[in-house]
Each structure stands twice: as C-alpha cells, then as structure tokens.
C-alpha cells in the first residue's frame, strides 16, 4: 500500500514568530479580559463568588454577560454554547446564534443576556442518566463554572464562544463528571484546612491540583480510513505482528520527525489561544507514540483543559492527516497509552502541602499529608482500580509494560527508609547519608530522593506529588481526581480525629503528630511496595498481603458496590447514593457496548473483507496448481500441503465467526444488567479473541496484494 504524502500546512496560521506569553489566553475570557472590561465593582463581586464557589447574582451575571457578548463579538463570534462533560465521557455542545428579534419587524439583534450565561437548559434525555432521570423529567441545566473561564473554538466561518459548565438535572442531580469533581475539591479543601490548623496554618482554601501527561498513537489518516475497526471501536482488532516491533525500542524520546513535529506545534498553538498550558512533547516507547503534557492546574480546570486536548488532539490531527488514536491498547502487541495524573494538594497561597518542607515543622506536616495520602490508598486502593476500569484499559492494565491492576504506592528509597524507621521507633538511624537529625524527637529532614523512579509503579511519589499511572490515556480524569480527592478528605478526617484525641490527652503537638503518623505507617505498610511491578513476583507477594486485583472489568464493577465505597463518596456529600448507583449503571453500559461495537465491527472485516480475500486468493492459487498441472508440471506436495492448511484455517474462521455471533446474541439475551456484563467479559471477549488468532494466522500466509487492509507494520512506520 502506497504511503500518503504529507500535508501541505503553509495554510495554517503561523503564531511561532511571536513569543507564548504574547498570545497565550487570547481565545478565552479571562481574568485579564475580566478586570480590564467589567466594572470595579462587578468584577470584585465575580471574584467573590468565584473564590466562594458562589453562584453570581442576577445583576453580577447581566454585566459580566454583556462584557462577555462585546468581546465575543470582537472576536468575530456568531454562536455560544454551554459547553459540558456529561457522562458519556466526551464533551457535548449546543450551539446558539447571539441572535433575537430587533423591534423592527424583520430584523435581528445580537443579545445574550445574564440567564442565558449563567443557566442553560438543554435537552438531557439522550445523555446517559444511569436511570437517574425518569424519561418525564428530560429537563436538565447547564450552570457556568465561574472558575473555568469561557473560550472561543474556532470554525471554518466564524467563531463561538464556549461556556464551560456543570450539568444538573430537574432536582439538582448531578448528570456529569464536573460537579462530583468541585464538590470533591470543596471536602478535601475543608478536611487539608482543619488539620493545617493544628500546624498553625490558616488559609482560605487548599486546592487539589494536578498535570495529565497524555499520550496517544498518531496514524497516517488515509491508512487509519481503511481500517473500520480504527473508525468504529478506537482500535485495531485484527493484525499480526510486524517483522520488527518495538524490540529496538529506538522511539522512546528519539528526534521528532519534522512531519510530527509541525503536527505537534500546531495542537500547541490550539492550546496555547485557548490557555491550556502545554509544556512538554515527546515521543514514547512505541513507534508513532507520542506525548504531550501541561503545566499543573488547580484540578476542575486541569480535566477541562484535558478534554479540550484530547478534542485538540484529533481535529488538528485530520488537518495534517493524522488519526489520533487516544485508546489504551490500539496494537496488541505494542506499548499502550496512559494518562498519568499527577496529583497533589496546595494552600491558596501555594505551599504545596506534598513538598517535604525545609524546616523540622514542615517536615512534620509533609509526614502527615503522605500518611494521609498512604491511608486513601490503602483503604480504597480498590476504588482507585475501579474507577479507572473499562474495556480499553483491560487490555493495558497487566500486559506489557503496564502498571498492573493492583494499586500499591512507591514512595522511593529515601523516604520509604524514614517511614519505616518511625515505624521502628528508630529515628536516631542514620544509614543513608543524607538524613540529618534536626532535633524534634530526631525527625530527619527529607531530601529531594535522588534513587530512579519507579516506572512500574501504578501510584508513585515523585518528589512532590503523586503520579497515578494506571489512568488509561482515553478516560476523562474528572473521576479519578474526584476519588482521589474523597480517599485523602476522609483519610485527613481520620488522622485529624487521632490528633484531636491525642492533643486532649496533653499531649505536645510533635508527640502527638508523630504518635498519629506512625499508626498509618503501620496501618498501611501492605500497600507500600518499591519493587518491580510488572514482575508475576509481585502478583503473589500482593495476594499474600491481601491488596485487591480486580483483574478486569468485570472484576473491577463489583467494587463500586461495597460500602467503603458508598461512604466515601455519600458521607460527605460527593454523590448521591443515587448519583453513585447512575455512574455504576453507566460504567456497566459502557463496557457492554464497547464490547458489543468491536464483536459488530470485527463481524463486518472478517465476513465482508478478510474471509472473501482469504477465498479468493486460495481460489487463485488452486487455479495457478491446476495450470501447472495441466502444463505437464509436477506439482510439489509441500504447495498442496500449504493450500490445504490454509483452506482449513479459512474454515476455522468461518467457523469462530459464527460462534462469536451466537455469543453476542446470546449477551444481549441476557437481562440482568451485571449478568450481562459478565458474558460480554467472558465468551463474547473470549470469542472475539479467538478469532482473532486465526485471522492473524490467515493474514501471515495471504497474498499480500489481496490482504484487504493495511497492516501493523504499514500503521506503525515512521511518519515522513
Ligand atoms: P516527569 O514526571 O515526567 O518527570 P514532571 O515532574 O515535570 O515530569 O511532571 C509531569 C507532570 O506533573 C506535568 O504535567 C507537571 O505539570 C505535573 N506536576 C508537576 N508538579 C506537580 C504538582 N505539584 N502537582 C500536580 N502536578 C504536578
Ligand atoms: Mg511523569
């Protein structure tokens, strides 16, 4: 197959001559455009409500609407929408002109006033509720989330102008992934707040932050056209190995080819107008792997920003013929993508309260934000796993180097040294160099770790902040975060109820922190784990110390229904017991039809493509034997050996085919939402995989001119 050449892309606009900072934001409404547009007044109430999470009063809205309309204009903007993350996972949009009738018969205006910025009513019955939502109450809103500032996308005839908010339904119920986010930054605001006290620090908010490196696969688009399963299931679900895959490993931040690289400062730009702070590129492990990471924001605008990538990511693709592919696993076989989310927890100041600190106090406060930390993970490693499960991430969780479906913390030779020295009550112990004894009951001080990081590790401290690796590169991170955020807030409650009791007791401050801090050390000791974590070693030594592994999906969905759960997210407000019952509803619906689309597609190539071409060529062959026959040539057994082999794979795909179709059918047969999940995981999957090796199979033996789609080794080789 002929490789397509690359794009023209002197048409696109060019803003690499002037510097970032000159042009960063100017697609959006931000607090510059805000303070330099809206009245002293306005904008010291839009500041307030922001700060307070407040909703802006009708009068606050009518301005902050009106300046907002002037600018949009400037701009050249025709439409607005709210602009929302329902649970479907994408972003959804509903365009209106800034068009009403003008008095003068026939003639419009442009308007847009306070209500329609600050509430939207959009049609909800076809986003997915999770049977929150009886059918009769279609009515949801859309409220503007003051801290995400609104922006402008860019069409091929004008402009419209983006307003970033949460969606709720006829009673207040969330219907998206943004509102359990906010309400989770507010408690772990308030837990982080009540134990700063007890370290003599006051302050206003503590805001959870964190960066999403994201990586994806970029394919040639003509190639990627040609494959269905790419189009329809995110992809590939056939495909032998290519004669040299990664083995090389020659990628991983190799130079970046010029065709990639014009690819990758375009998205840039794009990110750049819109204020998402792209910082780093690079290429991964596997070949056409790449990765794009910002700058740390406060959480709610980090996971709005990372929408708005991933949606970058894939219309600047097409623009220089790339298929983005944002699945975790789109090559079997070959590295899959993550999205690891760096998280960490900062006062409204900007201390970072993961920081290990300088002066002996700090360091007592660092020791007890990690336990903190130590104590979510360990209590809801389990959730963690869960909430980032579905059919893509199955196929990356475990396989090869992937973090597995175990959570477990690396905190990194150092400071693993010092907790367990608390432990032991040892704190004089000076084996590694670089502990000092500062005086508080010896308390070392922590240095920078200067051992490797661990890679293999699905939930590792670096330095200042915790990477959750096991985050699969398509999922939004909203949920993560958001459960993050609930583990640590009630993980902080408790160790701040210890303190409380202890410091009641007479205890001294240090005393009583490090009492608190040594039981969590000890509490969680099972979850800390500094070795290899792609090894089957640690697959056992796991299972004897008695951490969860849900292996798969399926596995994984029964997680959300223990109570542990149910008090994390319910106790202190985060979700419903009803909003939490809709997202496992929805996660089930989720996987069954991502399973069910790919047995469909995966249909279609075997019947309609690859059994005909595979037909056809033995066709072909058998008639080329007879010809040599006919022409008096002996024909060598071994040619007739490898027809027939061939011809009986063919009927071993037909075959598979069939019993992959009755196990769909026989899925969707079945009535009960977990049962069904359970067979779409189990014979459905196993059927589809079955197939799939003989489809393999029958693709290393094929005429290569007839093989009806492009290969692994065609998708993978470098863009030039
Ligand atoms: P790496 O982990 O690859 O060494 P960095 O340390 O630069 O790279 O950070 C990777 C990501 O972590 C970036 O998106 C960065 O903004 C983010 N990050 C850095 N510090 C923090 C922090 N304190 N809280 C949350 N995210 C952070
Ligand atoms: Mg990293």
Request: net charge negative; hydrophobic share 40%; charged share 25%.
């Amino acid at each position: 197959m002929a490789k397509t050449q690359a794009p023209d892309t002197s048409s696109i606009t060019r803003l690499d001559q002037t510097k970032i900072s000159q042009y960063f934001g100017c697609n959006t409404f931000s607090e510059r455009t805000m303070r330099e547009r809206l009245q002293k007044d306005v904008y010291k109430a839009y500041r307030q409500a922001h700060k307070r999470g407040e909703a802006l009063s009708p009068d606050v809205a009518k301005s902050v609407a009106l300046a907002m309309k002037e600018w949009a204009l400037e701009q050249g903007c025709t439409h607005f929408t709210h602009w929302f993350l329902p649970m479907t996972g994408a972003t959804a949009e509903k365009h209106d002109a800034f068009i009403t009738w003008d008095d003068e018969p026939g003639q419009v205006i442009e308007r847009f006033s306070g209500g329609q910025l600050i509430q939207g009513e959009p049609d909800a019955s076809s986003f997915p509720s999770g049977g929150l939502r009886a059918t009769f109450e279609a009515r949801g809103y859309t409220a503007w989330d003051p801290a995400s500032p609104a922006f402008l996308m860019e069409g091929p005839l004008g402009k419209t102008l983006c307003i970033p908010t949460a969606f709720i339904g006829y009673h207040g119920e969330a219907l998206d992934h943004k509102v359990p986010l906010l309400r989770s930054m507010d408690v772990v605001s308030k837990s982080a707040q009540t134990a700063l006290k007890f370290f003599g620090v006051n302050t206003n908010s503590v805001v959870a932050q964190c960066g999403p490196e994201q990586e994806y696969f970029a394919v040639d688009l003509e190639l990627a056209q040609q494959r269905p399963d790419l189009l329809f299931a995110n992809r590939t679900l056939q495909g032998a190995k290519p004669p040299k895959g990664q083995e090389l490993e020659d990628h991983y931040f190799g130079s970046i080819k010029e065709r990639v690289l014009g690819y990758m400062q375009d998205v840039e730009l794009e990110c750049f107008k819109l204020g998402i702070p792209a910082k780093t590129r690079h290429n991964e492990v596997a070949p056409n792997q790449f990765e794009i990471a910002p700058i740390y924001e406060a959480a709610n605008l980090a996971s709005d920003h990372n929408q708005l990538l991933m949606e970058i990511l894939k219309s600047v693709g097409e623009r220089h013929s790339l298929a983005i592919l944002l699945h975790e696993k789109p090559f079997a076989g070959v590295n899959g993508s993550g999205k690891h989310v760096n998280w960490s927890i900062a006062t409204d100041e900007g201390q970072n309260l993961l920081e290990p600190g300088q002066t002996p106090e700090e360091t007592l406060q660092f020791l007890y934000f990690l336990s903190a930390t130590l104590k979510a993970i360990h209590t809801h490693g389990g959730l963690m796993r869960a909430c980032i499960a579905s059919a893509g991430n199955d196929h990356r969780l475990g396989a090869n180097a992937a973090p597995p479906a175990i959570m477990s913390a690396f905190l990194g030779g150092q400071l693993n040294h010092i907790l367990d020295a608390i432990e032991k009550g040892d704190l004089a112990d000076t084996s590694t160099q670089k502990i000092l004894d500062l005086g508080i009951g010896n308390l070392p001080r922590i240095e920078k770790d200067a051992t490797d990081r661990n890679r293999t590790s699905p939930f590792a401290f670096t330095g200042n902040k915790f990477e959750f690796r096991a985050v699969g590169s398509s999922q939004p991170i909203a949920l993560p975060l958001t459960v993050i955020n609930a583990a640590v807030a009630e993980a902080l409650d408790g160790l701040n109820a210890k303190l409380e009791a202890e410091l009641k007791a007479g205890k001294d401050l240090k005393v009583a922190v490090m009492i608190v801090v040594k039981q969590a050390i000890i509490e969680t000791k099972a979850i800390r784990f500094e070795g290899n974590g792609y090894s089957e070693e640690w697959k056992i030594e796991a299972e004897r110390r008695g951490l969860p592994h849900a292996k798969d999906t399926v596995a994984a969905l029964h997680i959300w229904e223990e109570p542990a759960v149910k008090a994390v997210f319910c106790k202190p407000g985060i979700l419903s017991e009803g909003e939490l019952e809709s997202r496992l509803h929805i996660r089930h619906e989720q996987y069954q039809k991502a399973i069910a689309i790919e047995t469909q597609v995966l249909r279609q190539m075997a019947e309609t493509q690859i059994l005909p071409s595979v037909v056809a060529d033995l066709g072909s062959r058998a008639e080329s034997l007879s010809k040599l026959a006919s022409a008096g040539v002996g024909v060598p057994e071994s040619l007739k050996t490898a027809l027939q082999t061939q011809a009986t794979l063919a009927g071993e795909a037909q075959n598979r085919l069939s019993a992959m179709k009755a196990a769909l059918i026989a899925a969707e047969a079945v009535e009960d939402l977990h049962a069904r999940t359970e067979v779409f995981g189990t014979s459905v999957n196993e059927s589809k995989h079955a197939l799939r090796e003989v489809l393999d199979l029958l693709e290393e033996a094929c005429d290569a001119d007839l093989w009806p789609l492009p290969k692994y080794w065609e998708l993978l080789s470098p863009l030039v």
